[in-house]
């Protein structure tokens, strides 16, 4: 079997509803301190070979991390972005709401700064302690364990979730390499997860639904470009859109947010853990 080298931190299905009549997107990539748009097919973008390899073990394992996490985490998601996108009514089943969360999770660690400064993070806790290897397969535990988190796992899933059309929006929606909108921690009563999930529709989880809702609801130009906003100014490499009308709002906001803090305390210990062996490769 061929190894898959091939990583997306942005599936394909997630940029997918960009898409036109001609099956492409349009990519706005940073390069040199320059914005430039072209269009691609959905799997031609949001991708680096090799990002969630592990280094120094058995060529049977290097891959573990893309093939027994990432593709089963994203082919699930897929199905519950279907049934999002479809407005399918139907209550969701456990399975569904978990396979959501850990796809929501997913997105805060996948993009390859935050793989790199994960695996730099617990290189140099085994500086000087142990094999070379024993770091990289202290990383790809780190990565499954924030992805499968019990604390904030739990209370996504317990959160209110919905669709949010922006129909009447003069600007559609734009997607990045940093779409998650969190504006407060998620203990907060009024706090919010929102990402765009299509050029017209976002989805969103809140615990206090109507107050959440009430952001977005109204004026859909306001809230298309308040969104927009923030999704453009996390990316740091990617920015996709239907097209590149927006490529001057793109140039001027991409990457001038700072970067979201990588580990908190709790998750700082779960490093520790993996660095004096506690947790491996399952």
């Not at 999002?84 to 390859?112: H, Q, V």
């Not at 790199?116 to 140099?124: A, I, T, Y």
């Not at 998620?186 to 952001?215: C, H, K, Q, V």
Request: aromatic fraction near 8%; hydrophobic fraction near 35%; include cysteine.
């Amino acid at each position: 079997m061929n190894s898959p080298v091939k990583h997306h931190f942005n599936p394909a299905f997630s940029l997918k509803p960009w898409a036109g009549t001609d099956g492409q997107l349009c990519e706005m990539k940073r390069i040199n301190g320059k914005v430039v748009p072209r269009r691609a097919h959905p799997n031609a973008t949001g991708f680096q070979k090799n990002l969630y390899r592990t280094d120094g073990v058995g060529a049977e394992y290097e891959q573990h991390l893309e093939l027994n996490v990432m593709k089963p985490l994203d082919t699930a998601a897929e199905r519950a972005l279907k049934k999002i996108l479809s407005g399918d009514s139907t209550p969701w089943d456990s399975a569904e709401r978990s396979a959501w969360t850990r796809y929501i999770l997913s997105l805060l660690f996948r993009n390859p700064q935050a793989v790199q400064g994960l695996k730099d993070h617990v290189r140099e806790m085994h500086r000087g302690r142990a094999h070379p290897t024993d770091a990289e397969i202290g990383a790809t535990n780190l990565l499954i364990d924030i992805i499968d988190n019990d604390r904030l796992g739990p209370t996504i899933c317990d959160m209110h979730w919905s669709r949010v059309p922006l129909t009447g929006s003069k600007f559609s929606l734009l997607n990045s390499d940093r779409p998650l909108v969190l504006p407060l921690g998620l203990n907060d009563p009024r706090a919010y997860i929102a990402f765009p999930i299509g050029p017209d529709m976002l989805f969103l989880a809140s615990n206090d639904e109507t107050l959440a809702r009430f952001i977005f609801d109204g004026d859909h130009t306001r809230a298309a470009k308040k969104l927009n906003k923030t999704v453009v100014s996390q990316a740091r490499e990617f920015v996709w859109g239907v097209d590149d009308c927006q490529l001057p709002f793109v140039q001027k906001h991409m990457g001038t947010a700072p970067e979201r803090s990588l580990l908190t305390e709790a998750q700082r210990q779960e490093a520790l853990d993996v660095a004096q062996g506690r947790k491996t490769i399952s």
